[in-house]
T-cell receptor, first 118, second 115 residues
C-alpha cells in the first residue's frame, strides 16, 4: 500500500520568498505531524493535526510558519519570508489516531522535503 | 522536558563486527521507545518498537533493550554489513496525558560499515 508521500523532495529558494511543502498521509490516518531536522540537530516536532484541527502548534518556530490540513487528508506547511536558518529537512508523519495508546498512534514517516534557502 | 541523547554520534566499523548503539532519556514515564533508521532521501524506517513493559525486542540481526528505570536503551547489531550504513535514531513517546502523540528524538548515530 501507499505510504506517506511528500513533495517536492527538494526545494531551493531565495531568502525572503514563500514556500509551500505538501504532505499526503496514509489513507485513513486521522492524525498528521510535521517535524523539522536541521543540520546537526535531532528531529523537532512542529505541529500535530487531528482531522483538520491542529490542537498542538507548539513547535512552530515563528509566525512565519503555518500549516493547514484539508479534507482530513493533505497537509501544507507554509513558510513565509524564508530565512537561511529555515534550511532543513521537513518530515511529515501520519498515524491512525493521535492521542491514543499504542499501536494506534504509531507514526509512519514520509521521505521528507529538503529545503535550502540561499 | 524529555531529553534524548545518543552515543556515539558517529561510528565506523569493519564488516562483520558486532556493535552497540546507545540511547538515554531523562523522563522514565514513557509509553514506548522506538529505533529508526534514516537513509538519505528516504525518510525514517521503523526498526524496533519496545513497549514500556518490555525488556527487549528482536528482529533478525537487531536486538533492542530497554531499561526504563535507568533511562537507557541499546540497539545491538550483529554481524554488521555495508548495507547497515545509515543514521540510527532513537525516539521516546511520553505518557504525559494528552500529548502522548509526540515523539522526542535523539540526534542520531551515523553508522558506517566498511567492506
Amino acid at each position: 500500500g501507499a505510504g506517506v508521500s511528500q513533495s517536492p523532495s527538494n526545494k531551493v529558494t531565495e531568502k525572503g520568498k514563500d514556500v509551500e511543502l505538501r504532505c499526503d498521509p496514509i489513507s485513513g490516518h486521522t492524525a498528521l505531524y510535521w517535524y523539522r531536522q536541521s543540520l546537526g540537530q535531532g528531529l523537532e516536532f512542529l505541529i500535530y493535526f487531528q482531522g483538520n484541527s491542529a490542537p498542538d502548534k507548539s513547535g512552530l518556530p515563528s509566525d512565519r510558519f503555518s500549516a493547514e490540513r484539508t479534507g482530513g487528508s493533505v497537509s501544507t506547511l507554509t513558510i513565509q519570508r524564508t530565512q537561511q536558518e529555515d534550511s532543513a529537512v521537513y518530515l511529515c508523519a501520519s498515524s491512525l489516531r493521535g492521542v491514543s495508546p499504542p499501536p494506534y498512534n504509531e507514526q509512519f514517516f514520509g521521505p521528507g522535503t529538503r529545503l535550502t534557502v540561499l | 522536558k524529555q531529553e534524548v541523547t545518543q552515543i556515539p554520534a558517529a561510528l565506523s566499523v569493519p564488516e562483520g563486527e558486532n556493535l552497540v548503539l546507545n540511547c538515554s532519556f531523562t523522563d522514565s514515564a514513557i509509553y514506548n521507545l522506538q529505533w529508526f533508521r534514516q537513509d538519505p532521501g528516504k525518510g525514517l524506517t521503523s526498526l524496533l518498537l519496545i513497549q514500556s513493559s518490555q525488556r527487549e525486542q528482536t528482529s533478525g540481526r537487531l536486538n533492542a533493550s530497554l531499561d526504563k528505570s535507568s533511562g537507557r536503551s541499546t540497539l545491538y547489531i550483529a554481524a554488521s554489513q555495508p548495507g547497515d550504513s545509515a543514521t540510527y535514531l532513537c525516539a521516546v513517546r511520553l505518557k504525559s496525558g494528552g500529548s502522548n502523540y509526540k515523539l522526542t528524538f535523539g540526534k542520531g548515530t551515523l553508522l558506517t560499515v566498511n567492506p
